[in-house]
């Protein structure tokens, strides 16, 4: 992704020139001014793209329901651009409404908490997964229901610009970082897990008090948390389009793989097979596969004990042998070593000369072009308001995360690196 252009970003709106603003030329000002001209631009191509989705969604929409969620969406995307430049204790509601252009009681009908404008879509999503578990064919198992509502949201970011992506590992450790954030967080998944608890157990006409329902939905919910942080790690480890949506996939779909082994006799409640006979059946057939299992894992630990036994020996004769070698090898570098040496010091004698002396005249001019800049940088400074210190933090913020993937990488390499050593 390229880097975020702070440099050339508009200046802070003075407060009567944002009044003299209307509607989304207002919050495009705003946004320029708090995170950069190229990530306002992916804004805007992100609000056509979920206009189009919300079209789709909702093709009965009429112009009052439209001008309510258009109004809903710029109080959301405010509030959240705001929180994750300025911190979400540093923002007030009243901020948020003044930049929207309404008034504070507005945005309270639309957003009951500070920090439902942070999980503006919860009830949306809750309401789709619940229509997933709720409307899914009776061979269908509730993982794999649950997994077909998540892949469809994970397939929509294909289309997302890449430089939206990067504000998702903001967003999830501006979550992680803030009690409030947390625990409303929390309170989301638990009324989740109690929506998915009451679905399931109608499914297999079971009393929701039950602790198999329960259960059950509490490890099915869990795939909420999975793909959120699927999607950081892999666009921190520089993913983005269908490569990013098919690596949250595979990773919902291992997730997936876990429960369903894990949840198979819920499932046998779920399609309707719950006498006696059925249910030993399936627990004798359950301990067999642990069995199973157990042989495997033991057969395994036997064979990798083998293997590392030999490993070792070959190992240690690599290392008698390479031994023996270096000290061959020694002899000869050092010989060769000598003669570089000479000569090489008598061509950096008379190339440190020149660089000398060229480093001396650019070193001059550098003093006078820092001393301008610094004096120019004070000035600078001194007139730059709030918002400008905003732009350095969320610059320091996206730098952090690219220096984060560059780790990433270069561990990899120095593993592969390693491993073909080994080899």
């Not at 996206?398 to 560059?406: G, K, P, S, V």
């Amino acid at each position: 992704m390229a880097d975020l252009d702070l440099e050339s970003t508009a200046p802070a709106p003075a407060p009567d020139e944002l009044q003299t603003l209307q509607g989304s030329d207002r919050i495009m000002r705003m946004l320029v001014a708090e995170m950069g001209t190229e990530m306002a631009a992916a804004y805007s191509r992100t609000r056509e793209l979920e206009e189009r989705w919300a079209r789709e969604l909702h093709p009965e929409e009429g112009l009052r329901e439209r001008k309510k969620r258009l109004t809903r969406q710029q109080i959301s995307d405010v509030a959240t651009t705001l929180f994750l430049v300025r911190g979400f204790e540093h923002v007030t509601v009243a901020q948020i409404a003044e930049i929207v252009g309404v008034s504070e009681k507005t945005v309270y009908n639309y957003f009951p908490t500070k920090e439902s404008l942070v999980f503006d879509e919860a009830d949306e999503g809750q309401a789709r997964l619940a229509r997933a578990l709720r409307e899914r064919e009776p061979s269908e198992s509730p993982t794999r229901a649950m997994l077909r509502a998540l892949e469809q949201d994970a397939k929509r970011l294909e289309d997302l610009p890449h430089e939206s992506h990067l504000l998702l590992p903001l967003f999830l450790e501006m979550i992680e970082t803030t009690p409030a954030l947390r625990a409303a967080w929390l309170e989301l998944q638990d009324r989740l897990v109690e929506v998915a608890t009451v679905e399931l157990a109608r499914h297999a006409e079971l009393d929701p008090r039950e602790p198999e329902p329960a259960i059950a939905a509490r490890a099915i919910v869990g795939l909420t948390g999975v793909v959120m942080r699927s999607h950081v790690r892999h666009i921190e480890d520089g993913l983005r389009g269908r490569a990013l949506s098919a690596a949250v996939t595979a990773d919902l779909e291992r997730s997936a793989r876990l429960l369903d082994t894990g949840l198979w006799s819920f499932s046998l409640l779920t399609q309707g097979t719950r006498t006696r006979s059925q249910l030993r059946e399936a627990a004798l057939a359950s301990e067999e596969a642990r069995k199973q299992v157990m042989d495997a894992l033991k057969q395994a630990r036997t064979t990798w004990n083998e293997l590392r036994g030999r490993a070792h020996e070959q190992t240690r004769q690599q290392r008698e042998d390479a031994k023996r070698a270096a000290k061959a090898q020694a002899a000869t570098i050092r010989e060769e070593s000598k003669r570089a040496a000479k000569a090489q010091a008598a061509a950096i004698r008379e190339e440190a000369k020149l660089a000398i002396k060229a480093q001396a005249a650019q070193l001059g001019e550098e003093i006078k072009r820092a001393t301008f800049e610094q004096i120019s940088s004070s000035h600078t400074d001194h007139t730059r308001g709030a918002y400008e210190r905003f732009r350095r933090e969320m610059g320091e913020r996206h730098t952090a995360i690219r220096e984060r993937q560059q780790r990433l990488a270069d561990q990899r390499l120095q593993a592969e690196r390693s491993a073909a050593e080994e080899r």
